[in-house]
């Protein structure tokens, strides 16, 4: 990008991803006798989203549905292989109301660049199956209570970071296993704990990131309401 893209800062060592248009990432900025304002795209769109989206205003509601990025792997390594589920299974196990599609528009390409589609002849469906269940860096243990209790628990073991969706519940959580863990929030909340202590997550967060400060791997154990 640095070499193709006028006005880009050179001096820095590289450009492997640029945000061109991710509205929750960008602003408005309202200009006016010599005075700016800058707000959210989100206020656009809970003001103006019928305008905004017309006939499929309805269907997003307030989310706006596209963006545009670029990703820069000259001399880097290859893409990395992404599946996405299905809008029925984005609801069910998200929350979300559309899933996320992707398509790539090729605007530079060095001469030993090579594009797959599909399976190579020699990969095997089942190991690759295994290999994208065994490579999200986690894994998942269920701990189940007895039948007739209320909550539930759920282990979780990772070395770099888990995602996890709080399906509209109420997760109470500690690090049994490891030094330190930071929790990140999708509204920029950020707090750090460490070995045995407890913390809360509430339903209304909808989400949450949980990143290893320790070596090699930690474990987290998760209560929550059946």
């Given amino acids: 990008m640095k070499n193709k893209i006028d006005g880009l800062n050179k001096a820095v060592p590289n450009y492997a991803w640029s945000f061109e248009l991710i509205v929750p990432e960008n602003g408005l900025v309202i200009e006016s006798s010599g005075k700016m304002l800058e707000v959210s795209f989100d206020c656009l769109m809970f003001q103006e989203s019928q305008a905004v989206m017309g006939r499929h205003a309805a269907q997003f509601g307030f989310d706006f549905p596209i963006r545009f990025d670029f990703l820069d792997t000259f001399d880097g390594g290859n893409l990395s292989v ?22 790539y528009y090729i605007l530079d390409a060095g001469d030993d660049a090579t594009c797959y589609l599909g399976f190579q002849g020699d990969i095997v469906p089942e190991n690759f199956e295994k290999e994208l269940q065994e490579g999200p860096d986690w894994k998942l243990y269920h701990l189940p209570t007895h039948e007739k209790h209320t909550y539930d628990v759920h282990r979780y073991h990772f070395n770099t970071e888990a995602e996890i969706n709080t399906d509209d519940k109420l997760h109470v959580l500690s690090l049994v296993e490891g030094t330190s863990i930071r929790v990140q929030t999708p509204y920029g909340m950020t707090e750090r704990f460490s070995y045995a202590e407890t913390f809360v997550i ?20 998760k209560a929550f309401m059946k």
Wanted: proline share 10%; with cysteine.
């Fill in 82 to 103: 992404q599946c996405h589920p299905r809008p029925e299974y984005m609801k069910e196990h998200f929350g979300e109301d559309f899933t996320q599609e992707e398509t």
């Fill in 202 to 221: 509430p339903a209304a967060a909808g989400s949450y990131r949980i990143i290893n400060e320790s070596e090699p791997e930690v474990m987290v154990v």
